[in-house]
Structure formats: structure tokens, C-alpha cells
């Protein structure tokens, strides 16, 4: 995997969504942090969608590494396991970094919505890192740096489908649609980069000048 340098304006307008995410989604949950009450519910559209203020102190899911590593026998700690979630999430991102760089050249959406999975994660990491410590004197447990909770707050109900309502924050969705979008229109996405930098066939190969020494 070759690391071109990249188109810098390209690359900054996809640093700028993802910041742009981060920032709507921060917004929104800081809202819902100080303006309501832990588990206090707001109808929308009926039954339908609701705001719900909840937190979650794992991943997808509401499932933490300790119980992830309980279910295969093994013993971690909650404190243990959600510093190890947060330098998981880390990794991630300095991996996602590295993906959006690589892939601003690309002639297609494809670098718009890894920009929106990247921003999404960017979102809950700060939660995770530092909710801990800026909201300890209103948060229900107990805090501290990388020791924060997911702050989610929107929820569909799922019961006409027989499965559970989720729980989730803007930084999901953004997620949730890049991942989505990418494993759909993968192909789509490559094909529209190789016909945009595909030379015409005229112009790919040249034809080279008659030798004057054979016509002599």
C-alpha cells in the first residue's frame, strides 16, 4: 500500500466533516446531559421515536470487555476493561487516520464516509476519556479519566419486529451509515474511481515518433 500524498484541500474538507460530526454530536449530548434526568424520557412521535437519556459503559451492544472476557472464562476488572476499551478505541482511530489519508485521493464518496465513521468515533471516544472527569460532579458512578460513559439519548420502538428498542447518540449514526454505505457500494465506489482517473485509450498509450533512420 503505497501513501501518496494526498490533495490537501480534499483532505482537510474530510478532517472538517468529521469535526463538524463531532461537533453536532457533542452538542447534542451535552444538552441531554445537563437538561435532563438519567433515564427521564421525551416523546417525539409518539411511541414511535423518543429522546431517552441513558449512558453506556461499554460498546455495541451495552457490552463491556469484562464481560466479553467473562463469557470465555476469563477475569477483568469494570476499571480494567474500560482502560482497555479506550485504548482499543484509540487504535482504531489513529487506524481510521491513517485510512482517511490514504484513501483522500480517491475519486468517489468512499472518503466521505469513512470522514463520518471517523468522526463518530472521535464522538464516543470523548466520552469514554473525558465525561469521567468533566461531568463527575452530576455523573451516577464513579468517574475519572477514560473512565466516562457514553452519553445516548435517541430510541426507535422496534416492537412491531419483536426485538429491543436501541439506545443510541448522532455518533452512532454516523457509524452506522459509513459503515453501511461502505459495505454496499464498495464496488460502486471503486468502479467510479477507476473511470474518473482512467485515461481515454488514445491518450494512454501515445504513439511513438516514426524513426527517421528506417524511412531513410
Known amino acids: 500500500m503505497s501513501m ?58 451495552g457490552l463491556t470487555l469484562n464481560k466479553v472476557f ?40 468512499l472518503p466521505l464516509f469513512i470522514a463520518s465513521i471517523l468522526g463518530g468515533a472521535m464522538g464516543n471516544m470523548i466520552d469514554r476519556t473525558f465525561y469521567g472527569v468533566w461531568f463527575d460532579p452530576i455523573n451516577t458512578y464513579a468517574g475519572g479519566m477514560f473512565q466516562g460513559r457514553v452519553v445516548d439519548m435517541f430510541t426507535v420502538d422496534l416492537g412491531l419486529f419483536g426485538g429491543p428498542s436501541p439506545i443510541f447518540n448522532l455518533a452512532d449514526v454516523a457509524i452506522f451509515v459509513g459503515i453501511l454505505a461502505i459495505l454496499f457500494f464498495q464496488g460502486k465506489f471503486m468502479r467510479q474511481h477507476k473511470e474518473r482517473t482512467q485515461l481515454p485509450a488514445e491518450q494512454e498509450m501515445p504513439s511513438p515518433a516514426p524513426d527517421s533512420s528506417l524511412t531513410a
Not at 454530536?25 to 431517552?52: H, P, W
Open 4 to 61: 501518496e500524498r494526498p490533495d490537501r484541500m480534499k483532505l482537510r474538507s474530510y478532517f472538517l466533516l468529521s469535526f463538524a460530526i463531532v461537533c453536532v454530536d457533542q452538542l447534542t449530548k451535552l444538552a441531554v446531559k445537563t437538561r435532563m434526568n438519567l433515564g427521564e424520557e421525551v416523546e417525539v412521535l409518539g411511541k414511535g421515536f423518543s429522546i431517552l437519556f441513558a449512558e453506556n459503559d461499554g460498546f455495541a451492544f
Open 70 to 109: 467473562g463469557l470465555v472464562g476469563l477475569s477483568l476488572s469494570p476499571v480494567a476493561g474500560k482502560l482497555l476499551l479506550t485504548f482499543f478505541s484509540f487504535l482504531a482511530l489513529m487506524g481510521l487516520v491513517l485510512v482517511l489519508y490514504y484513501y483522500a485521493r480517491h475519486q468517489s464518496y
